[in-house]
């Protein structure tokens, strides 16, 4: 089992920054890969950024060169560094790990207003 608690969430303007954390416990060993999604109101969940253990990184078109997914080498916890944020990125953001099963945290809300 892995446990993940993310933190971070915030009401911003648009242009601002925000940092999302999650951290992981329980069997870390075996996490290949974290990442975030995220879910607007009316839409399916999509993939936001993803970082494997070799540090191999994985952006959706919308968010590429705005957000970034820093390298942890242990890969128990995960960053997302949310630049220029536009009133579209208003979503839940889950942080997620996959170890042979994937893991969810609980969301955490990012409110961009224009």
């Known amino acids: 089992q892995v446990h993940l608690v993310e933190s971070g969430g915030g009401l911003v303007q648009a242009g601002e920054s925000l940092r999302l954390s999650c951290i992981a416990s329980?069997?870390?060993?075996?996490?290949?890969?974290m990442g975030w999604y995220r879910q607007a109101p009316g839409k399916q969940r999509e993939l936001v950024a993803e970082v494997t253990r070799d540090g191999r990184t994985n952006y959706a078109d919308s968010v590429k060169g705005r957000f970034t997914i820093p390298r942890d080498d242990t890969l128990s916890t995960v960053s997302l560094q949310m630049n220029s944020l536009k009133p579209e990125d208003t979503a839940v953001y889950f942080c997620y790990a996959a170890s042979g099963q994937t893991y969810w945290g609980q969301g955490t809300q990012v409110t961009v207003s224009s």
């Open positions: 329980g069997r870390i060993l075996n996490i290949g890969v």
